[in-house]
């Protein structure tokens, strides 16, 4: 879905609520701007990203991967 909006002479827009509550993009809520070559994005910023990213691996066996590089590396390096 696609919404046009004005941008004020002060550089502002509105955000409609929709989004706003899709997104949680509360008062304060910081986003990042995006340039994609010819589309600008939009991106919430979590506010505490690490929490945000807590269980995101979970089941990857990701750290176990990086384990066994690790072992492998120390072996070339001895």
């Known amino acids: 879905m696609s919404i046009v909006r004005k941008i004020s002479a002060k550089g502002s827009i ?3 609520a929709e989004y706003r509550k899709r997104y949680g993009l509360n008062p304060g ?4 701007f995006v340039d994609y070559g010819g589309s ?3 991106i919430p ?3 505490d990203p690490i929490k945000a990213l ?3 691996f979970k089941g990857s066996r990701l ?3 990086l384990l066994t590089k ?3 590396d120390k072996q070339c390096e001895n």
């Open 14 to 16: 509105v955000i409609p």
């Open 29 to 32: 809520a910081r986003v990042r």
């Open 40 to 42: 600008l994005g939009l």
């Open 45 to 47: 910023v979590s506010a």
């Open 54 to 56: 807590a269980g995101k």
């Open 63 to 65: 750290t176990q991967s």
């Open 70 to 72: 690790r072992a492998k």
